[in-house]
């Protein structure tokens, strides 16, 4: 069982960069594939970026490749997501999420994560 929470969201203005942490408590930390995932106001929540077990791979969506980079202390349990250049359409509620157990390979191709934190939102003003 892993258990998470997100922190660093605030109100920015565009073209600034934010820097979110997602804390981890549990032993599983390290053996966990940790994702971010996003929901814009009135839209469906979707998925950005992942990072593996020890941190070697990384993955992105096409849209966020660039300003997004994802990255992850294990001696910390825990997992941030560093936005730079960010835009009004950044404006999200955040969560990470993890997936234990399971492959890089599979958790790309299933993007399915067992473990959620409560979100942390994120407002940028243009």
């Known amino acids: 069982q892993v258990q998470l929470v997100e922190s660093g969201g605030g109100l920015v203005q565009a073209g600034g960069s934010l820097r979110l942490s997602c804390a981890a408590s549990?032993?599983?930390?390290?053996?966990?594939?940790m994702g971010w995932f996003l929901q814009a106001p009135g839209k469906d929540r979707e998925f950005v970026a992942a990072?593996?077990?020890?941190?070697?791979?990384?993955y992105y969506v096409e849209s966020v490749k660039g300003r997004f980079t994802i990255s992850r202390d294990n001696a910390k349990n825990t997992v941030y997501l560093q936005i730079s250049n960010l835009k009004p359409e950044d404006t999200a509620v955040y969560y990470c999420?993890?997936?234990?157990?399971?492959?890089?390979?599979?958790?790309?191709?299933?993007?399915?994560?067992?473990?959620w934190g409560p979100g942390t939102q994120v407002t940028v003003s243009s």
């Open positions: 999420a993890g997936q234990y157990g399971s492959g890089w390979d599979q958790v790309l191709k299933s993007r399915r994560f067992d473990f």
């Open positions: 549990g032993r599983t930390f390290s053996s966990t594939v």
């Open positions: 990072i593996s077990w020890s941190g070697s791979m990384t």
